[in-house]
């Protein structure tokens, strides 16, 4: 009875003992876990804060470099030297591209291809009823353009120097059947005399936008216009050098040009009747290169033909017309000057019909590389004056 009593005892205690042991082992086991789970989430805090934070460190750092460094050297005035000099069309032959017009619009293209580079083109717009000031504030407004530019999907600023006015700007072009365009490009715009606009843009990198496999980053831009006013109309013109490398075929790209030009010319001159500065609020951020616009230098608005914005081209064509000109009517003068010799000559009763006769043949002769109507002019006159005597 004593064995039985002793045995349930123990048996009692065993298990009362390993009940309150598994409790206790339970409950202390609960309270390791959440130890440990505190712990790894307070180091996971840790590693993420200084994650975060990381970026946001070296973004700030290369933006201030940027800003203190590079932007300021991205365009410098040499740039605006070359534009006005018209070192940017070179001395290539242009080949004609496009010329159309309407009642408001005018619209002429060339290209040619450099030993180095992608294609550059070279056009002239003259908007009828338009004025240089509002043409600037046209081409620089991007956030209108998104309106009424159907290939521009996107465009921000991502930052601007108040020194010497040069701005930063991410653009996101959405061409048909294409992927997307990126265009990371800075600009600065000048101001000359008589109202006289120049703007520089190229291609550059910024920190805050890395590369994304989901766009195709354009590497090479180049691109400057002019904006004057056309002498003696109540019209304005801006002249264009542009060159880009897109990831295009050539000869697509050239196609493309060709027969959709004129199409987007015209719907840019719509918009540009719509568009209207003042009644159009600033972005976010009113600080722009159009706020920001540098005067052209004096010793560069010395340059001959700056102030008239005459380019080499325009000087080329000019100087060509003026010796072809020249040249013609000097030969018109003393073609004519022996026509009317010849035919008071030949008019006269005192010479001898032989006479006449060859002195009509030697102004046939010395008339021969005129032009065509001069031809056939003279050689009536001569007809009817052998005829009248």
């Not at 956030?143 to 040069?166: F, S």
């Not at 722009?288 to 230098?297: E, F, G, H, R, S």
């Not at 033909?305 to 013609?328: C, F, H, N, P, Y």
Request: aromatic fraction near 8%; charged fraction near 25%; charge should be positive.
């Amino acid at each position: 009875m004593g064995k039985r009593w002793v045995s349930a005892s123990w048996r009692k205690l065993g298990h009362d003992g390993s009940m309150e042991f598994l409790q206790e082992n339970i409950h202390g086991g609960w309270a390791t876990i959440l130890a440990l789970l505190f712990i790894l989430i307070w180091k996971s805090l840790r590693r993420f804060r200084s994650i975060v934070a990381l970026p946001d460190v070296k973004t700030t750092l290369s933006v201030n470099s940027i800003s203190k460094i590079r932007i300021s050297e991205i365009i410098s005035d040499e740039d605006l030297r070359s534009l006005m000099d018209g070192e940017l069309e070179d001395k290539e032959k242009w080949d004609h591209v496009i010329h159309k017009t309407n009642n408001l619009l005018t619209y002429n293209a060339r290209c040619c291809k450099p030993k180095e580079g992608p294609l550059k083109y070279l056009s002239v717009t003259i908007f009828e009823n338009c004025s240089t000031e509002l043409l600037r504030d046209f081409y620089l407004d991007n956030e209108y353009r998104k309106q009424w530019d159907k290939t521009l999907v996107e465009h921000e600023q991502l930052q601007v120097d108040e020194t010497n006015g040069t701005e930063i700007g991410r653009t996101i072009k959405k061409f048909p059947l294409l992927t997307p365009r990126e265009y990371i490009l800075a600009w600065r715009v000048w101001e000359g005399k008589e109202n006289t606009f120049y703007c520089f843009i190229k291609e550059c990198e910024h920190a805050l936008v890395p590369r994304r496999k989901k766009y195709v980053r354009v590497g090479f831009f180049r691109s400057g216009w002019r904006i004057r006013k056309v002498p003696g109309r109540n019209a304005c013109e801006i002249k264009m050098v542009h060159q880009e490398d897109a990831g295009l075929n050539v000869e697509m790209a050239k196609l493309a040009f060709s027969k959709g030009i004129w199409s987007y010319v015209c719907k840019m001159d719509s918009a540009l009747r719509k568009y209207s500065p003042m009644t159009r609020p600033l972005p976010g951020s009113s600080t722009m290169a159009v706020t920001l616009i540098q005067k052209v230098p004096p010793e560069f608005d010395t340059i001959p033909g700056s102030s008239a914005a005459t380019s080499s081209i325009d000087r080329q064509v000019i100087e060509v017309k003026e010796k072809k000109l020249s040249r013609s009517s000097k030969k018109w003068i003393a073609n004519g000057l022996l026509l009317l010799g010849g035919v008071v000559y030949l008019t006269r009763g005192h010479s001898t019909l032989g006479a006449k006769i060859a002195v009509a043949c030697i102004l046939k002769k010395l008339t021969k590389h005129g032009t065509s109507s001069s031809q056939n002019g003279q050689s009536r006159v001569t007809h009817d004056s052998l005829h009248h005597n």
